[in-house]
């Protein structure tokens, strides 16, 4: 080929090698330096609408400079993202990543693989990090486990599967044929149970929502009933959604009374555990945990108490066969082989409906092997300490007022004032202009709630002092205004 310039051909890779590679250094130091000072930064600024218009210039014909997308990225980018790597982040339930996370992410983004399958090693990690998950839920060795985008996508997952376990792989081909399955979850559960089986065909009319008890865990009393009289109305109950950390307030459904009640009954058992299941990490929350271990399937995301940065959601299914029926399809593309690349079948591609993957289980096994166990299961619990201090500083202050009990790590809370609703969400519109914490509300028993969640690693006892503090400065600024 040397010598016949028509064949060189150019790549897109740099053609100044040491220029790129210097250009590289800046921007990682430029990341490492934004997350050593982020503390220093608002969590959150409003966006100018010259800045916001920038960002609709139409395709480019030509290409840029790096040093000068770089700049763009620092000035334009950076600063106006959601902010939940920032310590004053509060709200929904956000994950603040590590520097470690990040890491790992550009070695896999170096490496490009394809975890859809074939024999390498990458897959090997995913394997090593389901056998770690099959190991902290108590889970058989025949369990089948696999990264995914989020928690939507792993109850989404689970429902197939159960659907597989009711109606046989049958099912992939005939589709329901009007077969009159209902699921069950709880008045607390997120909306993407909802909606898991809106895509599952079944509609979220065979979603029954079953009241809370006082402490906002599913009535286990009332599931049972539910189901019996949906059974006697000739319908076919197949499975339940329980929740471990619920969005609005963190409450735990009682695991091990719905695991005897699903096995009672026959029923599928399912945990969306999307934070809350990772506080099986902290020997001092995992009894709050109890009955998981029955479950036959749990779904939750590693970027949130994980501390993984997005997205490394991950779905675990106690009947590994069952899961790989559902989703293994033959194709003569897909060819497996006893030696060579297209060895190592079962891939992760029979086991979910992505066939290309990216390589998220690397920032996971990274964090994991980084930190240990102990250590992330400390920064969990440590969440959960400093939201039992909030709900007591709360208690102490009599112009605010708590809307709910502490179970975990969500406080919700509010600003006594006439026309509450109203006022509490200025004040966290306030908040977030100010750029000093970033909580979010929710609707708690009715009434409008600031709610915090403490998810972020980074979040301490200041962060909390200056949220109260600003919220009762705004509550009083506008309480008086009016
Ligand atoms: C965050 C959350 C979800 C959704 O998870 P994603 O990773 O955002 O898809 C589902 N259920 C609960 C309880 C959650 O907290």
Redesign the pocket.
């Known amino acids: 080929m040397e010598g016949n310039p028509l064949m060189a051909r150019e790549t897109l890779d740099p053609t100044d090698w040491p220029g790129f590679r210097d250009q590289a250094h800046r921007m990682l130091d430029d990341m490492l330096e934004y997350t050593r000072h982020l503390r220093e930064r608002p969590v959150w600024q409003p966006i100018p609408l010259a800045l916001r218009e920038s960002f609709r210039e139409p395709l480019p014909q030509r290409g840029h400079d790096l040093a000068q997308l770089h700049d763009r990225f620092m000035s334009d980018i950076l600063p106006y993202a959601v902010g939940n790597a920032h310590p004053g982040f509060m709200g929904w ?1 956000h994950g603040g990543g590590t520097p470690v996370g990040m890491l790992a992410e550009m070695l896999a983004a170096g490496l490009n693989a394809n975890l859809g399958g074939r024999d390498q090693i990458p897959v090997e990690v995913e394997r090593q990090v389901v056998r770690w998950m099959r190991e902290l839920f108590g889970f058989p060795e025949s369990a089948g486990g696999l990264f995914v ?5 792993a ?1 989404f997952i689970a429902l197939l599967i159960a659907r597989t376990a009711f109606l046989g792989v049958a099912v992939r081909r005939s589709g329901l044929g009007g077969h009159p399955l209902i699921a069950y979850t709880s008045a607390g559960a ?1 909306g ?1 149970i909802a909606q898991a089986m809106e895509l599952a065909g079944i509609g979220s009319d065979a979603l029954r929502i079953i009241p809370m008890d006082k402490e906002f865990r599913m009535n286990t009393l009332l599931l049972e009933q539910a189901i019996i009289a949906d059974r006697e109305a000739g319908l076919t109950p197949f499975f339940i959604a329980a ?1 471990a ?3 609005n307030v963190g409450a735990i459904d009682d695991l091990s009374a719905v695991a005897d009640l699903a096995k009672r009954q026959g029923l599928w058992f399912h945990v ?1 555990g ?2 809350g299941a990772l506080a099986m990490l902290s020997p001092q929350l995992a009894p709050r945990l109890a009955g998981i271990q029955s479950a036959d399937s749990i779904a939750f ?1 590693f ?2 108490w994980g501390q993984v940065p997005y997205d490394a ?1 991950f779905i675990l299914v106690r009947d590994g066969a069952l899961q790989y029926a559902t989703f293994a399809s033959p194709a003569a593309y897909l060819q497996r082989e006893t030696r060579g690349l297209a060895a190592g079948s079962p891939w992760p591609c029979d086991f979910g409906p992505d066939l290309s993957r990216g390589f998220r289980a690397l920032k996971a096994w990274f964090t994991i092997q980084l930190y240990g166990a102990e250590k992330l299961g400390e920064s969990i619990a440590g969440s959960c300490d400093l939201a039992r201090y909030m709900q007591k500083l709360i208690l102490g202050e009599p112009k605010l007022e708590l809307l709910a009990p502490v179970s975990l790590n969500i406080v919700c809370f509010r600003y006594r004032a006439q026309d509450a609703d109203r006022v509490n969400n200025e004040i966290v519109m306030a908040l977030h202009e100010s750029g000093i914490a970033a909580p979010s509300t929710t609707t708690v028993n009715g009434c409008l709630a600031i709610r915090a969640a403490l998810v972020n690693h980074r979040t301490g006892e200041g962060d909390i002092h200056a949220l109260l503090r600003a919220t009762l400065s705004f509550g009083d600024t506008i309480t008086t205004a009016v």
């Open positions: 339930v985008t989020g928690t939507s996508m109850n997120h993407c929740t950390g619920t969005v969306d999307a934070y995301d970027h949130k959601g």
